[in-house]
Structures are given as structure tokens and as C-alpha cells.
């Protein structure tokens, strides 16, 4: 079901929460055929307002539960605050109790619909590390790679001219926060064998577990990986 427009504005930056996709911008000369190239060349460029009925957009709204003022905001204009996990951007009002397990409810709203009570409080988490450690944003997108099959973004992260052969493989044999999985975990749950393979001769070790003790053999076989399973035994010496 769409979402019914609204003209709610961003509590940090003052615009639209409806954002206008992207497309060629509207030219004032449009209308005008008979307009020499002096003349065009001098028009202003508009584009469409988020509110018409006419323009093509999206929402890109937050809404903080714990808000009393109900504040929205865009997605990175949230992100970019200082402290946004314990106080609204805004108004400065705690709105999580100081403890570690409590959650940051919201109501997220774009492109994809709308999700009522998500917790940004481990999204949020997520990017202050990213910011502070940049080889964990690589390392994520390893890992995403790794699952989805995306060959050739596995290369391109493992070729990087930026990376010395030992950083590589200590970025292939990192855990993630969660389930303390390393790439070879993604790439063998999902049955990539290509890549399982290109991991291992990058140095992937085969024996690591993850925080229930699992290696990722036992999750190749788990779902029937057969191509991984055999991979993954020949390079643990396990027949």
C-alpha cells in the first residue's frame, strides 16, 4: 500500500521528508521552441516540488518513538549527529535509558515502505565504527559479497593495490560483531563455491570458529553445499 504523501520537513536540515528521484531537471525554455541558443543558454533550471501531485519521490523520514515532540529527520541527517543514540538531534531529549541492551525504536520510512519499532540503536553502532575503523566498512562489504555471490567485488576488495598480501588475508580471517562469522562463512552458508575457493587461496582459514563454535563446513553441509563441502574438507585435511 503507498504511503500517503504528507509535508513533514526534516527537524536538522528544514526539507521535505519526500525526496524527488532523480531525473533530468525541468528548464523553464521547455515550453518555448521558438527560443534561440543565446536565449537557452541563459534560462534557469527548477526542479519539481516534493509536493506535486506530479513530482516522482520518495520518503526518507525517521521518526523517533521516544520523541515527545514526534521530531522527523532524513536517514544521514540522523546518522551525521554527534550523539543520536541517547538524545533527539532536535530537541536534545533523552530518549533511551542509560543502559546498553535498550533499544532506539522508530518508524523508518522510504522507498522500500514502511517498518514500524526498528531498532537503529545497532545500525547506529554499526556506522560510529565504520567512521572510527574504515577496514570495517570493507570488511562488511566483503562479507555481503561473500553471500549474495558477487564475484567480481570479491576480487576487487581482494586486489586492492592499497592492501599488502598480509592485510588481506587478515581481512579475510576478521569476524564480524555479530555472530563472530569470517567471510568463508558467508561465501559457505550460501553455497558459493567460486568464491569459497578464491578465499582459501587467499589465505581463508577453514578451521575458525564462529561464537557457537561452528566452523563453516558444518554450515555447507547444513544446507546441502556439496561443491563447498568438498572444498572446505580438502583444505582442512578432512575426508
Known amino acids: 500500500m503507498p504511503i500517503p504523501r504528507d509535508d513533514t520537513t526534516c527537524a536538522l536540515c528544514g526539507e521535505s521528508t519526500w525526496i524527488v528521484l532523480a531525473r533530468a531537471p525541468e528548464s523553464e525554455s521547455d515550453s518555448d521552441n521558438d527560443m534561440i541558443p543565446e536565449e ?3 534560462t534557469s533550471t527548477r526542479y519539481p516540488n516534493p509536493l506535486d501531485d506530479a513530482a516522482d519521490v520518495v520518503p526518507d523520514d525517521v521518526v523517533l518513538h521516544n520523541c515527545p515532540s514526534a521530531h522527523h529527520f532524513h536517514w544521514q541527517c540522523f ?10 538531534p532536535a530537541c536534545h531529549v533523552a530518549i533511551v535509558p542509560n543502559d546498553d541492551d535498550a533499544k532506539l525504536l ?13 531498532d537503529l540503536r545497532p545500525v547506529l553502532i554499526e556506522e560510529r565504527l565504520f567512521a572510527t575503523s574504515p577496514h570495517l566498512r570493507t570488511h562488511a562489504a566483503l ?8 564475484e ?24 564480524d560483531l555479530d555472530k563472530h562469522w569470517t567471510p568463508l562463512f558467508y561465501a ?12 582459501l587461496n587467499n589465505g581463508a582459514d577453514p578451521n575458525v570458529r564462529d561464537k557457537f563454535e561452528h566452523v563453516p563446513a558444518e554450515y555447507a553441509s547444513e544446507e546441502g553445499h556439496v561443491e563447498v563441502l568438498d572444498l572446505l574438507r580438502g583444505a582442512r585435511g578432512v575426508y
Open 40 to 42: 537557452a543558454a541563459g
Open 79 to 88: 546518522l551525521s549527529h554527534s550523539e543520536p543514540e541517547t538524545h533527539c
Open 106 to 118: 522508530a518508524t523508518i520510512r522510504n522507498e522500500g515502505g514502511q517498518e514500524d519499532d526498528f
Open 143 to 150: 562479507c555481503a559479497a561473500c553471500f549474495t555471490g558477487d
Open 152 to 175: 567480481a567485488s570479491v576480487l576487487d576488495i581482494l586486489s586492492s593495490p592499497s592492501s599488502s598480501p598480509a592485510e588481506i588475508t587478515h581481512l579475510i580471517n576478521t569476524p
Open 188 to 199: 559457505a552458508v550460501s553455497g558459493r563455491a567460486g568464491i569459497v575457493a578464491l578465499l
